[in-house]
Protein backbone atom coordinates (compact mmCIF):
# COMPACT_ATOMS: atom_id res chain seq x y z
CA UNK A 1 0.00 0.00 0.00
CA UNK A 2 1.23 3.54 -0.03
CA UNK A 3 2.81 5.09 2.90
CA UNK A 4 3.33 8.62 3.71
CA UNK A 5 5.44 9.79 6.12
CA UNK A 6 4.39 13.15 6.44
CA UNK A 7 1.67 13.39 9.46
CA UNK A 8 -0.45 16.76 9.45
CA UNK A 9 0.60 19.02 12.00
CA UNK A 10 -2.05 18.80 15.08
CA UNK A 11 -3.04 21.84 15.00
CA UNK A 12 -2.75 24.62 12.54
CA UNK A 13 -2.72 28.58 13.43
CA UNK A 14 -5.76 29.98 12.45
CA UNK A 15 -4.70 32.89 11.41
CA UNK A 16 -2.38 31.04 8.77
CA UNK A 17 -4.58 31.40 5.60
CA UNK A 18 -3.03 31.54 1.95
CA UNK A 19 -3.46 35.33 0.67
CA UNK A 20 -1.45 36.72 -3.07
CA UNK A 21 0.72 39.80 -2.50
CA UNK A 22 -0.24 43.20 -2.27
CA UNK A 23 2.77 45.65 -1.81
CA UNK A 24 2.28 48.79 -2.90
CA UNK A 25 5.78 48.86 -4.59
CA UNK A 26 7.35 52.16 -2.31
CA UNK A 27 10.74 51.56 -1.27
CA UNK A 28 11.36 49.35 1.79
CA UNK A 29 13.05 51.27 4.68
CA UNK A 30 17.01 50.36 4.69
CA UNK A 31 17.15 48.04 7.78
CA UNK A 32 13.36 45.87 6.74
CA UNK A 33 13.81 43.38 4.23
CA UNK A 34 10.48 41.85 2.50
CA UNK A 35 10.26 38.37 2.38
CA UNK A 36 7.77 35.99 0.49
CA UNK A 37 6.94 32.69 1.67
CA UNK A 38 4.00 30.27 1.03
CA UNK A 39 1.87 29.81 4.28
CA UNK A 40 3.57 27.38 6.83
CA UNK A 41 1.39 24.02 7.71
CA UNK A 42 3.64 24.44 11.14
CA UNK A 43 5.35 27.03 13.00
CA UNK A 44 6.53 24.11 15.56
CA UNK A 45 10.10 23.71 15.34
CA UNK A 46 9.24 19.66 16.23
CA UNK A 47 6.78 19.98 13.29
CA UNK A 48 7.64 22.02 10.69
CA UNK A 49 8.23 19.33 7.49
CA UNK A 50 7.85 22.36 5.02
CA UNK A 51 10.28 25.11 3.50
CA UNK A 52 8.22 27.94 4.97
CA UNK A 53 7.83 26.06 8.47
CA UNK A 54 11.55 25.83 8.37
CA UNK A 55 12.24 29.12 7.53
CA UNK A 56 10.23 30.72 10.16
CA UNK A 57 11.44 28.46 12.45
CA UNK A 58 15.00 28.65 11.84
CA UNK A 59 14.85 32.42 12.65
CA UNK A 60 13.06 32.06 16.18
CA UNK A 61 15.79 29.46 17.75
CA UNK A 62 18.82 28.30 17.14
CA UNK A 63 19.75 24.43 17.74
CA UNK A 64 22.38 22.89 19.69
CA UNK A 65 24.64 22.26 16.26
CA UNK A 66 24.60 22.58 12.36
CA UNK A 67 25.29 19.58 10.57
CA UNK A 68 26.86 19.44 7.16
CA UNK A 69 25.90 16.38 4.60
CA UNK A 70 28.61 17.10 2.98
CA UNK A 71 31.32 16.11 5.32
CA UNK A 72 28.78 14.31 8.38
CA UNK A 73 30.52 17.05 10.47
CA UNK A 74 28.49 18.81 13.48
CA UNK A 75 29.11 22.60 13.94
CA UNK A 76 28.28 23.96 17.37
CA UNK A 77 25.65 26.81 17.52
CA UNK A 78 24.06 26.98 21.18
CA UNK A 79 26.23 24.19 22.43
CA UNK A 80 30.05 25.35 23.29
CA UNK A 81 31.03 21.63 22.55
CA UNK A 82 29.63 17.91 22.30
CA UNK A 83 31.84 15.17 23.11
CA UNK A 84 32.17 11.43 24.36
CA UNK A 85 35.04 9.58 25.04
CA UNK A 86 33.25 6.51 24.77
CA UNK A 87 29.98 7.03 22.60
CA UNK A 88 28.10 6.00 25.00
CA UNK A 89 27.87 8.66 27.61
CA UNK A 90 27.16 12.14 25.73
CA UNK A 91 28.30 15.36 27.50
CA UNK A 92 26.71 18.75 25.56
CA UNK A 93 28.06 21.91 27.26
CA UNK A 94 25.97 24.85 26.43
CA UNK A 95 27.19 28.66 25.90
CA UNK A 96 26.66 30.84 28.51
CA UNK A 97 23.88 33.82 28.59
CA UNK A 98 21.46 31.76 26.16
CA UNK A 99 17.84 33.17 26.51
CA UNK A 100 14.19 32.95 25.16
CA UNK A 101 12.58 36.11 23.88
CA UNK A 102 10.97 36.58 26.67
CA UNK A 103 13.77 37.20 28.83
CA UNK A 104 14.04 34.15 30.44
CA UNK A 105 17.42 32.04 30.36
CA UNK A 106 17.94 29.05 28.33
CA UNK A 107 19.43 26.45 30.49
CA UNK A 108 20.51 22.69 30.27
CA UNK A 109 17.19 22.02 32.15
CA UNK A 110 15.19 23.63 29.52
CA UNK A 111 16.30 20.83 26.49
CA UNK A 112 16.07 18.15 29.09
CA UNK A 113 12.20 19.09 30.39
CA UNK A 114 11.58 20.03 26.38
CA UNK A 115 12.31 16.57 25.11
CA UNK A 116 10.50 14.79 27.72
CA UNK A 117 7.34 16.89 27.17
CA UNK A 118 7.47 16.71 23.04
CA UNK A 119 8.41 12.66 23.11
CA UNK A 120 4.63 12.55 24.27
CA UNK A 121 3.51 14.58 21.24
CA UNK A 122 2.61 13.20 18.02
CA UNK A 123 4.78 15.85 15.84
CA UNK A 124 7.09 15.02 13.13
CA UNK A 125 9.85 15.30 15.54
CA UNK A 126 8.48 13.19 18.56
CA UNK A 127 9.49 9.84 17.15
CA UNK A 128 13.25 10.95 17.35
CA UNK A 129 12.66 12.45 20.76
CA UNK A 130 11.24 9.29 21.82
CA UNK A 131 14.13 7.51 21.18
CA UNK A 132 16.49 10.04 22.77
CA UNK A 133 14.33 9.74 25.61
CA UNK A 134 14.86 5.82 25.88
CA UNK A 135 18.55 6.87 26.66
CA UNK A 136 19.18 5.27 30.08
CA UNK A 137 20.15 9.30 31.75
CA UNK A 138 19.39 11.94 30.28
CA UNK A 139 20.02 14.82 33.16
CA UNK A 140 21.57 18.52 33.51
CA UNK A 141 23.90 18.27 36.29
CA UNK A 142 24.20 21.83 36.04
CA UNK A 143 22.58 24.66 34.03
CA UNK A 144 25.06 24.42 31.02
CA UNK A 145 25.70 20.83 31.28
CA UNK A 146 23.45 18.35 29.40
CA UNK A 147 24.42 14.33 30.07
CA UNK A 148 22.88 11.23 27.67
CA UNK A 149 23.96 7.77 28.85
CA UNK A 150 23.03 5.44 26.18
CA UNK A 151 22.07 1.93 26.36
CA UNK A 152 24.21 1.62 23.30
CA UNK A 153 27.30 2.79 21.32
CA UNK A 154 26.55 5.67 18.92
CA UNK A 155 28.56 8.15 17.07
CA UNK A 156 25.41 9.75 15.61
CA UNK A 157 24.57 11.71 18.35
CA UNK A 158 26.20 15.17 17.47
CA UNK A 159 23.88 15.15 14.36
CA UNK A 160 21.17 13.94 16.22
CA UNK A 161 21.54 16.89 18.26
CA UNK A 162 21.59 19.55 15.13
CA UNK A 163 18.14 18.09 14.17
CA UNK A 164 15.54 21.59 14.40
CA UNK A 165 13.07 19.28 16.48
CA UNK A 166 15.44 19.70 19.17
CA UNK A 167 15.56 23.02 20.47
CA UNK A 168 14.55 24.35 23.69
CA UNK A 169 10.95 25.66 24.76
CA UNK A 170 10.41 27.91 27.59
CA UNK A 171 9.24 26.92 30.75
CA UNK A 172 5.97 28.68 30.56
CA UNK A 173 4.39 26.57 27.17
CA UNK A 174 6.07 23.53 28.72
CA UNK A 175 3.51 24.23 31.69
CA UNK A 176 0.44 25.41 29.86
CA UNK A 177 0.91 22.90 27.04
CA UNK A 178 -1.36 25.34 24.77
CA UNK A 179 0.44 24.78 21.34
CA UNK A 180 -2.31 26.54 19.45
CA UNK A 181 -1.51 29.89 21.10
CA UNK A 182 1.99 29.21 21.60
CA UNK A 183 2.69 28.92 17.74
CA UNK A 184 0.60 31.21 17.23
CA UNK A 185 3.34 33.77 18.74
CA UNK A 186 6.19 31.57 19.45
CA UNK A 187 9.17 32.29 21.83
CA UNK A 188 12.02 30.78 20.73
CA UNK A 189 16.29 31.13 21.60
CA UNK A 190 16.98 32.46 18.29
CA UNK A 191 18.34 35.90 16.36
CA UNK A 192 14.83 37.25 15.11
CA UNK A 193 11.66 37.39 17.86
CA UNK A 194 8.11 37.56 16.44
CA UNK A 195 6.30 40.92 17.07
CA UNK A 196 2.75 40.47 17.07
CA UNK A 197 2.07 36.75 16.20
CA UNK A 198 1.09 35.69 12.49
CA UNK A 199 -1.45 38.00 11.00
CA UNK A 200 -3.62 36.64 7.48
CA UNK A 201 -0.91 38.10 5.26
CA UNK A 202 1.87 36.88 7.20
CA UNK A 203 4.21 37.96 10.16
CA UNK A 204 6.88 40.61 11.26
CA UNK A 205 10.04 39.25 12.78
CA UNK A 206 12.33 41.94 14.80
CA UNK A 207 16.17 40.97 15.40
CA UNK A 208 17.04 40.49 19.09
CA UNK A 209 20.88 41.76 18.51
CA UNK A 210 22.19 45.14 16.70
CA UNK A 211 23.68 43.27 13.27
CA UNK A 212 25.16 46.26 11.44
CA UNK A 213 24.27 45.68 7.37
CA UNK A 214 21.93 43.45 8.15
CA UNK A 215 18.16 43.22 8.76
CA UNK A 216 16.66 44.73 11.87
CA UNK A 217 13.23 43.66 10.92
CA UNK A 218 11.28 41.58 8.19
CA UNK A 219 8.23 41.64 7.15
CA UNK A 220 7.03 37.82 5.83
CA UNK A 221 4.66 38.04 3.16
CA UNK A 222 2.61 34.85 2.40
CA UNK A 223 1.20 34.35 -1.31
CA UNK A 224 1.35 32.01 -3.80
CA UNK A 225 4.64 30.69 -5.71
CA UNK A 226 3.99 32.65 -9.31
CA UNK A 227 2.62 36.00 -7.64
CA UNK A 228 5.46 36.38 -4.51
CA UNK A 229 8.14 35.33 -8.03
CA UNK A 230 6.71 38.41 -9.64
CA UNK A 231 6.70 40.20 -6.66
CA UNK A 232 10.45 39.98 -6.43
CA UNK A 233 11.17 40.39 -10.00
CA UNK A 234 8.94 43.90 -9.71
CA UNK A 235 10.86 45.37 -6.70
CA UNK A 236 7.41 44.88 -4.50
CA UNK A 237 9.51 41.94 -2.46
CA UNK A 238 13.13 41.98 -1.59
CA UNK A 239 13.46 38.14 -1.65
CA UNK A 240 11.13 34.74 -2.55
CA UNK A 241 11.90 31.15 -0.99
CA UNK A 242 9.76 29.74 -3.45
CA UNK A 243 9.77 29.29 -7.61
CA UNK A 244 7.39 27.81 -9.46
CA UNK A 245 7.58 25.48 -12.08
CA UNK A 246 6.70 27.81 -15.06
CA UNK A 247 9.64 30.44 -13.63
CA UNK A 248 12.14 27.72 -13.52
CA UNK A 249 13.94 28.39 -16.91
CA UNK A 250 13.62 31.93 -16.21
CA UNK A 251 14.59 32.13 -12.87
CA UNK A 252 18.26 31.88 -14.97
CA UNK A 253 18.05 35.04 -16.80
CA UNK A 254 15.99 37.15 -14.08
CA UNK A 255 18.13 36.71 -11.48
CA UNK A 256 21.42 35.61 -13.14
CA UNK A 257 23.65 35.68 -9.91
CA UNK A 258 20.54 36.18 -7.80
CA UNK A 259 18.86 32.39 -6.94
CA UNK A 260 20.33 29.40 -4.96
CA UNK A 261 19.02 26.24 -4.80
CA UNK A 262 19.60 23.63 -1.58
CA UNK A 263 18.61 20.12 -1.41
CA UNK A 264 15.62 19.39 1.05
CA UNK A 265 14.94 16.96 3.53
CA UNK A 266 13.03 14.78 2.01
CA UNK A 267 13.14 11.79 -0.46
CA UNK A 268 10.73 9.13 -2.45
CA UNK A 269 10.69 5.42 -3.13
CA UNK A 270 9.27 3.15 -5.50
CA UNK A 271 8.83 0.51 -2.30
CA UNK A 272 8.03 -3.44 -3.40
CA UNK A 273 6.39 -5.90 -1.44
CA UNK A 274 9.04 -8.45 -0.43
CA UNK A 275 6.73 -10.97 0.70
CA UNK A 276 4.83 -10.99 -2.48
CA UNK A 277 5.86 -13.75 -4.74
CA UNK A 278 5.86 -11.78 -7.50
CA UNK A 279 8.46 -9.45 -6.46
CA UNK A 280 10.97 -11.94 -4.57
CA UNK A 281 13.59 -11.57 -7.14
CA UNK A 282 15.98 -8.83 -7.60
CA UNK A 283 15.75 -9.08 -11.63
CA UNK A 284 12.11 -8.03 -11.19
CA UNK A 285 12.90 -5.26 -8.98
CA UNK A 286 15.55 -3.44 -10.50
CA UNK A 287 13.53 -4.10 -13.99
CA UNK A 288 10.43 -1.90 -12.71
CA UNK A 289 13.46 0.37 -11.30
CA UNK A 290 14.85 1.24 -14.82
CA UNK A 291 11.55 1.65 -16.33
CA UNK A 292 11.05 5.04 -14.70
CA UNK A 293 11.91 8.36 -15.92
CA UNK A 294 12.65 10.46 -13.70
CA UNK A 295 13.49 12.97 -15.67
CA UNK A 296 10.21 13.15 -17.21
CA UNK A 297 7.76 12.94 -14.13
CA UNK A 298 10.64 15.77 -12.83
CA UNK A 299 9.86 18.49 -15.48
CA UNK A 300 5.86 17.06 -15.44
CA UNK A 301 3.89 16.36 -12.78
CA UNK A 302 5.97 17.46 -10.07
CA UNK A 303 6.68 20.86 -11.34
CA UNK A 304 10.60 21.15 -11.28
CA UNK A 305 10.64 20.84 -7.60
CA UNK A 306 12.51 17.60 -7.42
CA UNK A 307 15.99 16.34 -8.22
CA UNK A 308 15.72 12.74 -9.94
CA UNK A 309 17.96 10.33 -7.34
CA UNK A 310 21.23 10.11 -8.71
CA UNK A 311 21.78 7.26 -5.19
CA UNK A 312 19.49 5.94 -2.46
CA UNK A 313 20.89 8.52 -0.48
CA UNK A 314 19.10 11.93 -0.76
CA UNK A 315 21.99 14.66 -0.47
CA UNK A 316 19.72 16.06 2.31
CA UNK A 317 22.03 13.43 4.44
CA UNK A 318 24.53 11.41 1.79
CA UNK A 319 28.30 11.58 3.65
CA UNK A 320 29.44 12.97 0.31
CA UNK A 321 28.29 12.78 -3.31
CA UNK A 322 28.77 10.13 -5.46
CA UNK A 323 30.78 10.40 -8.70
CA UNK A 324 27.78 8.93 -10.82
CA UNK A 325 24.03 8.25 -11.25
CA UNK A 326 23.58 4.46 -9.75
CA UNK A 327 22.21 2.07 -11.96
CA UNK A 328 18.90 1.71 -10.26
CA UNK A 329 18.32 5.50 -10.34
CA UNK A 330 18.79 5.67 -14.56
CA UNK A 331 16.20 5.17 -17.22
CA UNK A 332 17.01 2.21 -19.65
CA UNK A 333 13.43 1.11 -21.24
CA UNK A 334 15.26 -2.01 -23.14
CA UNK A 335 17.04 -3.30 -20.25
CA UNK A 336 14.03 -2.99 -17.86
CA UNK A 337 12.07 -5.02 -20.37
CA UNK A 338 14.60 -7.64 -21.22
CA UNK A 339 14.94 -8.03 -17.10
CA UNK A 340 11.35 -8.78 -16.64
CA UNK A 341 11.50 -10.63 -19.73
CA UNK A 342 14.29 -12.81 -18.54
CA UNK A 343 12.12 -13.11 -14.81
CA UNK A 344 9.57 -14.31 -16.55
CA UNK A 345 7.03 -11.91 -14.84
CA UNK A 346 3.72 -12.30 -15.54
CA UNK A 347 1.62 -10.19 -17.84
CA UNK A 348 -1.52 -9.84 -15.49
CA UNK A 349 -2.31 -6.59 -14.18
CA UNK A 350 0.30 -5.40 -11.37
CA UNK A 351 -1.80 -2.98 -8.87
CA UNK A 352 -0.40 -0.59 -6.89
CA UNK A 353 -1.39 0.47 -3.02
CA UNK A 354 -3.57 2.34 -0.92
CA UNK A 355 -3.13 6.39 -0.15
CA UNK A 356 -1.20 7.25 -3.84
CA UNK A 357 0.05 10.59 -3.97
CA UNK A 358 -0.69 12.32 -7.27
CA UNK A 359 2.54 11.24 -9.42
CA UNK A 360 1.70 7.26 -8.70
CA UNK A 361 -0.76 7.70 -11.93
CA UNK A 362 1.64 8.68 -14.04
CA UNK A 363 4.68 6.76 -13.12
CA UNK A 364 2.45 3.36 -13.38
CA UNK A 365 1.43 4.63 -17.23
CA UNK A 366 5.27 5.35 -17.80
CA UNK A 367 6.22 2.03 -16.06
CA UNK A 368 3.39 0.39 -18.27
CA UNK A 369 4.66 1.63 -21.74
CA UNK A 370 8.21 1.30 -20.93
CA UNK A 371 8.72 -2.27 -19.45
CA UNK A 372 5.82 -3.95 -21.47
CA UNK A 373 4.11 -4.55 -17.92
CA UNK A 374 0.41 -3.33 -17.37
CA UNK A 375 0.29 -1.56 -14.33
CA UNK A 376 -2.68 0.08 -12.50
CA UNK A 377 -2.65 2.93 -10.34
CA UNK A 378 -5.12 1.09 -7.76
CA UNK A 379 -5.33 -0.98 -4.36
CA UNK A 380 -3.58 -4.37 -4.37
CA UNK A 381 -0.31 -5.96 -3.44
CA UNK A 382 2.26 -4.18 -5.90
CA UNK A 383 5.14 -1.38 -5.55
CA UNK A 384 3.99 1.13 -3.22
CA UNK A 385 4.69 4.96 -2.78
CA UNK A 386 7.32 6.33 0.06
CA UNK A 387 7.46 9.58 0.57
CA UNK A 388 9.99 10.38 3.74
CA UNK A 389 10.29 13.96 4.97
CA UNK A 390 13.41 13.78 7.39
CA UNK A 391 13.62 14.82 11.06
CA UNK A 392 17.28 14.37 11.17
CA UNK A 393 19.99 14.90 9.40
CA UNK A 394 21.56 11.31 9.72
CA UNK A 395 21.30 8.73 7.22
CA UNK A 396 20.14 6.01 10.10
CA UNK A 397 17.01 7.15 9.61
CA UNK A 398 16.27 6.83 5.96
CA UNK A 399 17.86 3.65 6.46
CA UNK A 400 16.13 2.29 9.45
CA UNK A 401 12.49 3.42 7.45
CA UNK A 402 13.30 1.27 4.03
CA UNK A 403 13.78 -1.63 6.66
CA UNK A 404 10.50 -0.98 8.70
CA UNK A 405 8.08 -0.20 5.59
CA UNK A 406 9.19 -3.25 3.34
CA UNK A 407 10.40 -5.61 5.77
CA UNK A 408 14.14 -6.43 4.39
CA UNK A 409 15.98 -8.26 6.51
CA UNK A 410 19.55 -9.39 5.87
CA UNK A 411 22.56 -9.75 8.46
CA UNK A 412 25.11 -8.46 6.66
CA UNK A 413 22.38 -5.37 6.44
CA UNK A 414 21.90 -5.26 10.02
CA UNK A 415 25.49 -5.07 10.62
CA UNK A 416 26.16 -2.34 8.77
CA UNK A 417 23.91 -0.56 10.20
CA UNK A 418 24.89 -1.35 13.65
CA UNK A 419 28.59 -0.43 12.57
CA UNK A 420 27.47 2.98 10.84
CA UNK A 421 25.48 4.34 14.04
CA UNK A 422 28.43 3.32 16.16
CA UNK A 423 31.24 5.26 14.22
CA UNK A 424 31.50 9.02 14.66
CA UNK A 425 29.34 10.78 12.42
CA UNK A 426 32.17 12.58 10.35
CA UNK A 427 33.99 9.24 9.65
CA UNK A 428 30.66 7.33 8.65
CA UNK A 429 30.56 7.82 5.57
CA UNK A 430 32.37 4.95 4.37
CA UNK A 431 29.96 1.96 6.15
CA UNK A 432 26.95 3.73 5.39
CA UNK A 433 27.99 3.62 1.58
CA UNK A 434 28.72 0.09 1.83
CA UNK A 435 24.92 -0.06 3.20
CA UNK A 436 23.77 2.07 0.39
CA UNK A 437 25.38 -0.20 -2.02
CA UNK A 438 24.24 -3.44 -0.23
CA UNK A 439 20.68 -2.05 -0.92
CA UNK A 440 21.05 -0.92 -4.46
CA UNK A 441 21.72 -4.19 -5.20
CA UNK A 442 19.08 -6.14 -3.71
CA UNK A 443 16.52 -2.95 -4.42
CA UNK A 444 13.95 -3.36 -1.88
CA UNK A 445 13.24 0.14 -3.06
CA UNK A 446 14.20 1.83 -6.27
CA UNK A 447 15.19 5.67 -5.72
CA UNK A 448 12.67 8.30 -7.38
CA UNK A 449 13.75 12.01 -6.12
CA UNK A 450 14.44 14.18 -3.65
CA UNK A 451 13.14 18.10 -3.28
CA UNK A 452 15.21 20.94 -3.16
CA UNK A 453 14.11 24.72 -2.00
CA UNK A 454 14.70 27.74 -4.30
CA UNK A 455 15.14 31.39 -3.43
CA UNK A 456 15.54 34.17 -5.47
CA UNK A 457 16.50 38.38 -4.33
CA UNK A 458 16.26 41.98 -5.38
CA UNK A 459 20.23 43.73 -6.40
CA UNK A 460 19.65 45.38 -2.73
CA UNK A 461 20.13 42.00 -0.99
CA UNK A 462 23.75 39.75 -0.27
CA UNK A 463 24.87 37.33 1.15
CA UNK A 464 21.82 34.58 0.78
CA UNK A 465 22.54 31.01 1.94
CA UNK A 466 20.27 28.44 2.59
CA UNK A 467 20.45 24.81 4.88
CA UNK A 468 18.90 21.77 3.91
CA UNK A 469 16.95 22.05 7.47
CA UNK A 470 16.59 25.56 8.13
CA UNK A 471 15.86 27.11 4.55
CA UNK A 472 17.16 30.28 3.85
CA UNK A 473 19.34 31.74 6.72
CA UNK A 474 17.41 35.20 7.47
CA UNK A 475 19.97 35.96 9.81
CA UNK A 476 23.49 36.00 7.03
CA UNK A 477 21.37 38.27 4.80
CA UNK A 478 22.96 41.97 3.79
CA UNK A 479 20.63 44.94 2.50
CA UNK A 480 22.64 47.34 0.36
Same mark, same amino acid.
Given at each position: ????????????????????????????????????????????????????????????????????????????????????????????????????????????????????????????????????????????????????????????????????????????????????????????????????????????????????????????????????????????????????????????????????????????????????????????????????????????????????????????????????????????????????????????????????????????????????????????????????????????? =?? *??? !?????? $??? +??? #? &???????????????????????????????????????? =?? *??? !?????? $??? +??? #? &???????
Amino acid at each position: MTMRLRLLAPFLVAALVAAGCTESGEPPAPDVLRVGLPVPVSTNPADARDQAGRLVTSALWTPLADYDPVTGKATPRAAESIGSTDRTTWTVKLKDGGQFHDGTPVTAQSYVDTWKVVAGESWAGSKVLKDLVRAKEITAPDPLTIRLVLDRPSGQIPALLSSPALVPLPASALASRDWIRFFAQPVGNGPFRMDGGWQPTGAKLVRVADAPGKARVIELKTGDATALYDAVKSGKLDLSTVVPGERHEAMHADFAQRHVMWALPNVSYLGFPLTAPQFSEATVRHGFALGVDRAALEAGVLDKQVDPAKSLLPPAVAPGERSSTCRPCTFDAGAGKALLTQAEFPAAPVHFGQFQPRWLRPLAEQVTKAAGVPLSPDPGEGPFAIDVDLVTPSPQE =VL *AKI !VELTGY $TSD +GFA #D &LLKSAEETESADSGEVYRLAENQLLRDLPVAPLWSGHGHA =VW *AER !VGEVKA $TTF +GSV #D &LSAVTLR
